[in-house]
């Protein structure tokens, strides 16, 4: 790695940091968060409220998927139950049982089902918030954690109204969320996410992405960036934009000692780390065929061919596996040039050996291809024209 490379000065610019020595130090903490960084959310309320069908929504598979909590009215789950999003095993979700009693102690609650592992709450029902509610919102805020109430199944709402006169959906919402905040006027002017987990484009489930970037810590957010499902338009940019961000970061780590030793690795390249970053881009995007098989069913448009006509999001989809570990076979500089080879601009400077330079810009085009090819297929399905935000 020269330090006269432009690319260098760049990478160390965006780091922030006054010398490449330092930037890269802090290029594998960056690095090291986006990969690993744990996040625990907590969803609580009543049997039947729809803390279930959220959970699977948010992770993005069917009820009656491998792995996907079970819904139903008779499913009562009195126990706390961990699930994993399906890419990111370090994002968790868990489902704990509903408070019950109107006697029970809150704080009690909150130590049975060990409140310091959560960084947040979700508080969900599917009618009014109670005394309870409060309760439990009062002690998880002394208990300095925070909590967003979500008023569920919004779309039974909305059809129960559609065929009032002068039904206009703006006043119901408004209705319903004022309804909500009469039994939580104790707490203030709390936030409440009006959303239905059958249709996570609707209503305020974007909101909630947004509240909760802006709340999280800043080594969090990167973890629920990627985990959220790509719900809007802005949400997809929110997330291209994460990953921006982080380019700098991961051409200089994949610059120093490679994390994971390939034999014929070049100094000048971690492939792994490369191969990684585009796999996370990859799942965040929502490129995966599950993904794109559960949106165009959603839309009722065949979806999947985007993927297929760009060489370089097919040869990412090759090589990209599920629990987003790369094993020493694939991360070969052969497949990095072989990435490179695929995009414009990047292949004829990467023919000439991986430096610094080609992987700063293999890792910019590479994102942008993804990001381009994720809006298309957002257009194709005509998402944010027919949405009625
Ligand atoms: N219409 C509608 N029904 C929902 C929604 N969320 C959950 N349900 C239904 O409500 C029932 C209870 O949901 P479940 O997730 O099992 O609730 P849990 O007991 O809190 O886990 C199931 O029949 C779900 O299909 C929603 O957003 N909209
Ligand atoms: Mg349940």
Redesign the pocket.
């Not at 909590?69 to 009215?73: L, S, V």
């Given at each position: 790695m020269e330090s006269q490379d432009p690319a260098v000065a760049e990478a160390v610019k965006a780091s922030g940091e006054s010398n490449l020595e330092k930037a890269t130090a802090r290029a594998k903490e960056t690095l090291d968060q986006l990969m690993n960084v744990s996040l625990n959310i907590a969803?609580t309320?009543?049997?039947?409220?729809?803390?279930?069908?959220?959970?699977?929504?948010f992770r993005g598979l069917d009820?009656d998927e491998d792995g996907a909590?079970?819904?139903?009215?008779t499913?009562?789950?009195m126990e706390v139950t961990m699930y994993e999003h399906p890419t990111m095993p370090n994002v968790k979700i868990w489902?704990l049982p509903?408070i019950g009693s109107p006697t029970f102690k809150a704080n009690k609650y909150l130590k049975d089902v060990k409140f310091h592992t959560y960084d947040f709450f979700i508080i969900?029902s599917?009618e009014r918030f109670t005394e309870n509610d409060v309760m439990l919102a009062k002690e998880i805020k002394k208990q300095k954690k925070n909590f967003y109430f979500v008023r569920?199944?919004?779309?039974?709402d909305i059809?129960a109204e559609e065929r009032k006169k002068g039904f206009d959906e703006q006043n119901v919402l408004c209705k319903i969320r004022k309804d909500c905040l009469k039994n939580l006027e104790e707490l203030g002017d709390p936030n409440i996410f009006l959303?239905?987990?059958?249709?996570l484009e609707k209503y305020d489930f974007e909101k909630l992405q947004n509240i909760l970037t802006e709340e999280l810590p800043d080594h969090k957010r990167s973890a629920l960036l990627q985990a959220w499902p790509v719900c809007s338009a802005d949400s997809l940019e929110k997330k291209i934009k994460m990953f921006q961000g982080v380019i700098w970061a991961a051409s200089l780590a994949s610059a120093g000692i490679a994390v994971i030793p390939v034999p014929g690795l070049s100094a000048a390249c971690d492939a792994s780390m490369v191969i990684l970053f585009f796999t996370k881009c990859y799942y965040a995007f929502g490129l995966d065929d599950r993904s794109l098989k559960r949106l165009s069913e959603k839309v009722n448009k065949p979806l999947l061919e985007h993927v297929a006509k760009s060489k370089f999001v097919s040869a990412v989809k090759e090589k990209a596996l599920t629990r987003l570990q790369v094993s020493a076979a694939l991360a070969t500089l052969a497949t990095v040039e072989y990435f490179a080879s695929l995009l414009p601009g990047v292949g004829s400077a990467a023919a000439a050996g991986i430096s610094f330079g080609t992987t700063y810009c293999l890792l910019k085009q590479g994102l942008n291809e993804l990001a381009d090819i994720a809006r298309k297929i957002r257009e194709e399905a005509e998402l944010d024209t027919l949405c009625s935000n």
């Open positions: 969803v309320g009543k049997t039947g409220s729809g803390k279930s069908t959220f959970i699977n929504e009820e909590a079970r819904t139903g009215i499913e009562t789950t489902d509903g969900i599917s569920s199944k919004i779309d039974n059809r959303i239905s987990s059958f249709d």
